[in-house]
């Protein structure tokens, strides 16, 4: 069974991940490639996703 923190954690270390893809992406591309949209686009779907969970999280206790 995964716990709240696994989980948090789990989405943390992903966006981490495509933070650090993202950073990567934007040294070789135009910040308007569709590489560096479709990675920006990513990150901001985990952070939604992030904030909603932890807010689902707190409105629960």
Request: net charge negative.
């Amino acid at each position: 069974m995964t716990t709240f923190k696994n989980e948090k954690e789990q989405l943390l270390q992903e966006i981490e991940e495509t933070r650090q893809a993202l950073h990567t992406i934007s040294k070789h591309n135009n910040l308007l490639s569709k590489e560096m949209i479709e990675m920006s686009q990513k990150l901001d779907k985990l952070l939604n996703e992030y904030e909603n969970y932890v807010s689902a999280k707190q409105s629960l206790n």
